[in-house]
């Protein structure tokens, strides 16, 4: 039988970038897909606790924090006898960005005092990342005293009070204790090889306060997991990005570390700065196959090895996205207009000028007018947009489409990147020829080739195969069309509809793929399941688009999801509506956190509010949708230019209090 890949969503996660803890809800980290991993290799593969050989039988954990995770269990043949325990355990864990600790609080209420011998069993394999997720297994390292070395990375085992035994390819930490008692235990890592390091002192807290409680719960979580993702290169710890996602995806993506930044905008233009500089920093500069690499074109994900997925083989740098670069110009022209500074953006304009290269040439490979993507390596990813597994691109019988694929929604990415880079440009002085007619002949093209007439509507299809026919499929693509110029104000409309019709958004957020087509399922990765970030894009784009309500109702089906996962969003849930079932189901093999999930709560923000920025002018508009879809909503301390925005709506959606930093003013 083959191997399976391992499941996540019942797993305790704590984590400060790079490194993160998975263990089990009973605190016990026991191998599989637990373990402590830094940057990409595990360093701790095994620590289970016993109080006289017995494990504690588990009653309870929480994470009340990004980087913590507590735990309490039963040891109900220690104490006194009859039914109601008198001895049982607490368990503290910390992780740090160069490992972890855990303080163990063994309590007794027992009436007679006992010695109990308190023990953690450690082991550590240094599995690489692919491996673990390929639900492989290996054996682990032997110990060298209180340490374990593998190639470049150390780990280093420090324990007050205890006798530390090597017992095998394990260690064993060792205390004998009289009643109650605290103890303590560390590990220290370290990886010569490691990329990054944690990235910045963390993002700006605005204080909110609404009505609903859900919302301020979702968005205190969210940006304590966006703290915990930062990472930074080991050469520019200045530059913070959002590393994509534990515990899979702890690294450089171009697409999630763009999109994380983008929809954070609002609280931080330093985080959207530094991950302008660091992609900046591994724009292509040649034609590699083996690696997707291009004069232009921005990196898709950075590795410390090479990795093995079940479908492909990527170099350690990996350039197979047809959307980064893109991104990358609509993320500089957004961050400029929410105050990154002139010189900051001046500074990357020769980045920009190469990558409008890029977009407005060789994106296009077979000179349809349209940007694609082929895998020329034969190794690399097959899909390479967003929704970039293997069986993503379907027509609505089912029928997977053929390369070289144009995706629907990298049209409007294109189309976007030059009307922004065109207004920059202008703005700053710079010439900018030719983009504003390159994008209305984009527009033209789209309406002519993209829209079909299904059993579902009118609207654009997912993509064009490389037959260029229409793949007819409504998914959730369409909803990234909305706010970038693309479309028409009565074909915006028309979509804003079509996205909140129950085949794609069925109660908590929006499907990747309408429910009536041919190769949906709920459980499928990209064809039928929900993904918050992806519901918080189309929300955007629903707010930029003058759709207030619509944006309103599709946030809070997300925000309706919310709970069921600790308000912790993961990467993706299954697509299963409120007609199926009342509460949210897992995508069990989802990551969590992962930064763009964790950034769709400030965009929920940004929408309910009706908020718009245009620091170059001076300028913010506040439209709050109506009635506000979470009551009373306040937020103070916003950081705008140097100062701060502070905002009161009252459940009707009207403004009630409004304070700007000086030479700022309210538009329509």
């Not at 090597?166 to 010569?192: I, K, M, N």
């Not at 087509?517 to 993904?531: D, M």
């Not at 992806?534 to 688009?545: K, P």
Request: overall charge negative.
């Amino acid at each position: 039988m083959a191997d399976l890949q391992p499941l996540l969503h019942d797993l305790a996660i704590a984590l400060r970038a790079p490194t993160v803890v998975l263990s089990g809800r009973d605190g016990q980290i026991r191998g599989g897909t637990q373990g402590l991993l830094h940057g990409d290799l595990r360093l701790l593969s095994e620590a289970v606790v016993t109080v006289d050989g017995d494990e504690p039988e588990a009653i309870g954990g929480d994470e009340p924090a990004a980087g913590r995770a507590r735990f309490t269990g039963l040891l109900r043949r220690l104490g006194d006898p009859g039914p109601d325990p008198t001895v049982w355990l607490r368990r503290d864990r910390t992780v740090t960005a160069a490992g972890m600790t855990e303080e163990l609080s063994l309590v007794s209420t027992a009436a007679a005092s006992r010695r109990h011998v308190v023990e953690v069993v450690l082991a550590a394999d240094f599995a690489p990342i692919d491996e673990i997720k390929s639900g492989r297994q290996r054996s682990p390292v032997t110990p060298a005293g209180s340490r374990w070395a593998a190639s470049s990375a150390v780990s280093e085992v420090t324990a007050e009070g205890a006798e530390i035994v090597v017992d095998g390819p394990r260690l064993r930490l060792r205390w004998t204790v009289e009643g109650t008692a605290t103890l303590r235990w560390s590990l220290r890592v370290s990886d010569e090889r490691a990329l990054f390091t944690p990235g910045g002192p963390g993002l700006p807290r605005p204080r909110v306060r609404a009505d609903d409680r859900r919302f301020t719960a979702l968005l205190d979580r969210a940006l304590d997991d966006l703290d915990g993702l930062l990472l930074a290169e080991r050469d520019h710890p200045g530059d913070a990005f959002a590393g994509a996602g534990a515990p899979w995806f702890l690294t450089l993506f171009g697409r999630d570390s763009l999109w994380a930044a983008r929809l954070a905008l609002p609280l931080s233009v330093e985080l959207a700065g530094g991950t302008l500089r660091t992609l900046a920093r591994a724009q292509g500069t040649r034609h590699d196959p083996a690696t997707g690499e291009a004069p232009g074109k921005i990196l898709h994900e950075r590795r410390r090895d090479p990795i093995e997925t079940h479908d492909a083989s990527l170099p350690a740098e990996y350039y197979g996205t047809v959307d980064a670069t893109a991104l990358w110009v609509c993320l500089l022209h957004d961050a400029w207009r929410w105050g990154l500074p002139e010189d900051e953006v001046r500074d990357l304009l020769p980045t920009l000028r190469f990558a409008l290269e890029w977009i407005t040439g060789a994106a296009d490979s077979d000179g349809d007018g349209f940007a694609e993507y082929r895998d020329e390596s034969g190794r690399g990813l097959a899909n390479q947009g967003w929704k970039d597994s293997g069986d993503a691109v379907r027509f609505f019988g089912g029928e997977q489409a053929k390369p070289p694929i144009a995706l629907a929604e990298v049209q409007a990415y294109q189309h976007e990147a030059a009307v922004r880079a065109a207004s920059l440009l202008t703005a700053l002085g710079e010439p900018a020829p030719g983009l504003s007619e390159w994008a209305a002949a984009l527009r033209t093209r789209f309406r002519e080739k993209f829209w079909v007439s299904t059993p579902d509507g009118h609207h654009p299809a997912l993509a064009l195969d490389g037959d260029k026919r229409p793949v007819d499929t409504l998914t959730s693509n369409i909803g990234h069309l909305l706010g970038t110029g693309l479309l028409s104000d009565a074909e915006s409309a028309s979509l804003g509809a079509l996205l909140l019709d129950p085949v794609l958004a069925p109660g908590f957020g929006l499907r990747t793929m309408s429910a009536s087509a041919g190769g949906y399922s709920p459980l499928s990765y990209h064809c039928g399941s929900i993904w918050p970030h992806d519901t918080a894009i189309v929300v955007r784009g629903l707010q930029r688009s003058g759709q207030s309500d619509h944006a309103a109702s599709l946030g809070a089906q997300l925000l309706s999801a919310a709970p069921a996962f600790g308000y912790r969003l993961p990467e993706l849930f299954a697509g299963y509506g409120l007609a199926e079932t009342s509460t949210p189901l897992a995508y069990p093999a989802s990551c969590r956190p992962q930064a763009w999930s964790a950034a769709a709560a400030v965009s929920l923000l940004i929408a309910f509010l009706g908020l718009d920025v245009d620091v170059p002018a001076g300028t913010v508009t506040l439209s709050p949708p109506r009635p506000s879809p979470v009551g009373a909503l306040r937020v103070e301390g916003l950081p705008l230019a140097g100062g701060t925005l502070d905002v009161a709506v009252d459940a009707d959606g009207e403004v009630t209090e409004l304070r700007l930093p000086p030479a700022f003013r309210r538009v329509p």
